[in-house]
């Protein structure tokens, strides 16, 4: 039984912050490319952050850079999403998605069930 287990998403005030985590079970999770999506009402579902396998590497959307930071602790099976400067923009539901690899060639693919985040005064 794969899992990924989201929690931290809900109402937050604009300028303010908000950490997103991911825990992941049944497959192993240091294997695995960590990205949070978001989708908000009416638009294409977007990257907002990456990291590699080993926490070496991380890439974000252009929108997000400076206010984001994704990182991970392979120790506690999770990835986190610190979000800050929070705008009215941003307010999406969040996914969580594992993509695991062997450094050569992809493996699995898993989704979190995704959670909400809403900025709004």
């Known amino acids: 039984q794969v899992q990924l287990v989201e929690s931290g998403g809900g109402l937050v005030q604009p300028g303010g912050s908000l950490r997103l985590s991911c825990v992941g079970s049944g497959f192993t999770f240091s294997s695995a490319r960590m990205t949070w999506y978001r989708q908000a009402p009416g638009k294409e579902r977007e990257l907002v952050a990456r990291i590699t396998r080993a926490g070496d590497s991380t890439t974000y959307a252009d929108s997000v850079k400076g206010r984001f930071t994704i990182s991970r602790d392979n120790a506690k099976n999770t990835v986190y999403l610190r979000m800050g400067s929070l705008k009215h923009e941003d307010k999406a539901v969040y996914y969580c998605?594992?993509?695991?690899?062997?450094?050569?060639?992809?493996?699995?693919?898993?989704w979190g069930q995704g959670t909400q985040v809403t900025v709004s005064s």
């Open positions: 998605n594992a993509r695991t690899s062997t450094g050569i060639s992809w493996g699995y693919d898993y």
